[in-house]
């Protein structure tokens, strides 16, 4: 089956096309204008998928050799994101959907992002333990099939994507932080520092970041820029480090009480490469399978949306069109 993704829930405009597993084209154009604003300024965000997306669509079904009248389907992200930006390509999607007289398949991007992993392991099976990190959401979850979830934990107020871009502004590292720590954090001592590791209840498997990005907040207003800068890459390492300390406690906690043998992760964070590290050093211990998905299909695009649709589509779960862009999608059993 040939599945049309479209992803416009933030700043990423992404177009894909997707023959069952196999990603013929995924194209992603990151909007850098926000990072004048240090955050993703929603207004211009529904503006540059406007001024993006249609040359984004006809230059994938170049690039694939595909007639839009061959695809099986148009799969569009309905939500969790901006009403703004996702309204553009749901917009869109409804429209190409209806002239070509193809399903429309309205994706939940937080199912996207555990879809991810099939396109990177097509032999990967239902059930496992996903761990899923991005910039909105943390949340450790069995999968049993699409659209049967069980959640066990999640971030009580920031996501672990948000806590590593809130330091990012902190150390005035450009926007997105994440990626930024990341590579900082190479050169560093993630010993250098303690920040703290906190527990929202022994007995529970929440999160908790916003303790660990104030820390960091009071740290850098004691000791001063100059010190700061000094210390960059050794503030990177060790803020990285608790925030890897602390998924990798509560994920393998899980995995225990859940005699689970297969870890999945996914979202942006996963393309941590000190979460990857620990997270096969740990599964590996413990002889515990682990799948990471591809660097490309960590972030945000539009072939993990693809193959979503492609999923909702052999179940029969097609869209209607007056299906609607929902800001607060959570990840919910259909
Ligand atoms: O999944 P994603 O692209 O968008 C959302 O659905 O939120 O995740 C974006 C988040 C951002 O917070 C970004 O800083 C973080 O993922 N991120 C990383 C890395 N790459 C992206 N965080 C830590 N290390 C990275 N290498
Ligand atoms: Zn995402």
């Known amino acids: 089956m040939l599945i049309l993704g479209i992803e416009t829930s933030c700043d990423e405009t992404a177009v894909a096309i997707l023959r069952d597993d196999e990603v013929l084209t995924n194209l992603v154009s990151s909007q850098l204008l926000h990072q004048q ?51 553009v390509g749901l917009s869109f999607a409804k429209g190409l959907a209806y002239s070509l007289n193809k399903p429309l398949l309205g994706v939940n991007h937080v199912e996207g992002h555990i879809m991810a992993n099939f396109l990177t392991c097509p032999e990967l099976k239902f059930p496992f333990l996903c761990l899923l990190v991005s910039g909105g959401h943390t949340q450790i979850a069995d999968i049993n099939d699409f659209g049967d979830y ?34 900082l954090a190479h050169q560093g001592d993630p010993e250098f520092y303690k920040f703290p590791r906190a527990k929202v209840r022994s007995d529970h498997f929440d999160f908790s970041f916003s303790g660990l990005k104030t820390a960091m907040l009071y740290l850098v207003r004691q000791r001063g820029r100059d010190w700061t800068q000094e210390h960059l890459a050794d503030l990177c390492a060790s803020y990285q480090e608790a925030i890897v300390d602390v998924l990798k406690v509560n994920t393998f906690k899980v995995a225990k009480s859940q005699r689970a043998k297969k870890i999945v992760l996914a979202g942006g964070v996963a393309a941590n490469s000190r979460l990857r590290e620990v997270f096969e050093n740990e599964a590996a211990r413990l002889g515990i399978e682990l799948i990471l998905p591809s660097l490309k299909y960590c972030t945000d695009n539009a072939a993990m949306i693809a193959r979503a649709g492609l999923e909702m589509l052999k179940r029969g779960q097609i869209s209607s069109y007056s299906v609607s862009a929902v800001p607060n999608l959570r990840l919910s059993n259909n």
């Open 150 to 183: 069980q959640t066990f934990g999640r971030s009580v107020d920031d996501a672990a994507g948000e806590a590593f871009d809130k330091a990012g502004r902190i150390l005035e590292l450009p926007y997105p932080g994440g990626p930024q720590i990341d590579r």
């Open 37 to 87: 604003f240090g955050g993703v300024v929603p207004e211009f965000a529904s503006r540059e998928h406007m001024r993006l997306l249609n040359q984004m669509v006809t230059d994938t079904f170049k690039l694939s050799e595909i007639k839009p009248e061959n695809i099986d389907g148009v799969a569009v992200t309905r939500g969790p994101g901006l009403m703004g930006a996702l309204l």
